[in-house]
């Protein structure tokens, strides 16, 4: 009976993280929490699945992964482009007008191509590292570094942040170099 | 056993160097990298809804009583 408090104690500490990555997947909230409603159920059903000790976090963001994907195959794209315009026209609620910044990236952030967007999130703000993204999103290191080197390219370029002096094209270019070895 | 000093520098600078490559795993330029953060935390810092908490209130609750019952049921 402990091991099954600790377990829900364990899921709402990754919920806010859960949120976020699904928000980024699904591009509109209602669809987020609703991945994240299924996330949970999926999890507390096979949680004698869970190796106790391994990443729960991880493990979690799996399945929501998978189960993100199961539906976009179930339901077809365009259902996700309609709500992804939903998505950027409910950014702009009042309390967020200090956040013109975040909007404009939020969008840039949605003319990435799936796969490379869940590369930077995982990367860059999730804190998993490349071995944990690769087992998430079930591809070799390598591909994950290079889905985040394309799109760091690219939301450089669609936020023109190469432009504003602070980073010139050759120091984008040569720290994308710099960081993607070969795994 | 003590190490030397010698061994020391060497460990310190084999440490420093994984921690500067397992940072650069992470090191997106900061413009993006400020904002992609500033993205997430926005999401991410928000209060676990209350659906969330219930809901697994209530699958506690559905596998306790499953519990409790298939425990009846060796008794008996």
Redesign the interface.
């Known amino acids: 009976?402990t091991a099954?408090?600790d377990f829900?104690r364990e899921?709402?500490q990754v919920?806010?993280?859960l949120?976020?990555f699904a928000?980024?997947l699904a591009g509109s909230?209602d669809r987020?929490?609703d991945l994240?409603?299924e996330t949970?159920?999926k999890a507390?059903d096979k949680q004698h699945t869970f190796q106790p000790g391994t990443n729960l976090k991880a493990w979690l963001f799996t399945i929501l992964r998978n189960e993100f994907y199961t539906q976009m195959r179930k339901k077809g794209r365009e259902v996700q482009d309609v709500d992804g315009i939903h998505a950027m026209q409910l950014a702009g609620h009042p309390e967020?007008q200090g956040?013109l910044?975040?909007q404009d990236?939020?969008k840039a952030?949605e003319m990435l191509p799936d796969d490379q967007r869940e590369a930077?999130?995982l990367?860059?703000?999730?804190g998993f590292?490349?071995e944990e993204a690769a087992e998430i999103c079930h591809c070799a290191v390598g591909t994950i570094k290079s889905r985040?080197s394309r799109a760091?390219t690219r939301?450089?370029q669609i936020?023109k942040?190469e432009g504003?002096g602070?980073?010139g094209p050759d120091?984008?270019a040569s720290?994308i170099i710099?960081?993607a070895p070969a795994a | 056993m003590e190490e030397s000093d010698v061994e020391k520098d060497v460990r310190e600078a084999g440490a420093a160097e994984k921690k500067q490559e397992?940072e650069?795993?992470?090191?997106?330029?900061n413009?993006?990298?400020d904002?992609?953060?500033?993205?997430?935390?926005?999401?991410?810092?928000?209060p676990?809804?209350d659906?969330?908490?219930s809901?697994?209130?209530q699958?506690?609750r559905a596998?306790?009583k499953k519990?409790q019952k298939s425990d009846g049921e060796e008794v008996e």
């Open positions: 009976m099954e408090t829900r899921l709402i919920i806010p993280n949120r976020a928000a980024s909230f987020a929490d994240v409603q949970l159920v507390w967020q956040h910044d975040l990236f939020r952030l930077l999130i990367i860059g703000a999730s590292s490349y985040v760091r939301i450089g936020l942040i504003d602070e980073y120091s984008i720290q710099g960081v | 397992s650069m795993s992470f090191a997106l330029p413009a993006i990298g904002r992609l953060k500033a993205y997430y935390d926005d999401v991410a810092s928000a676990v809804p659906r969330f908490l809901l697994l209130e699958l506690d596998e306790e519990k």
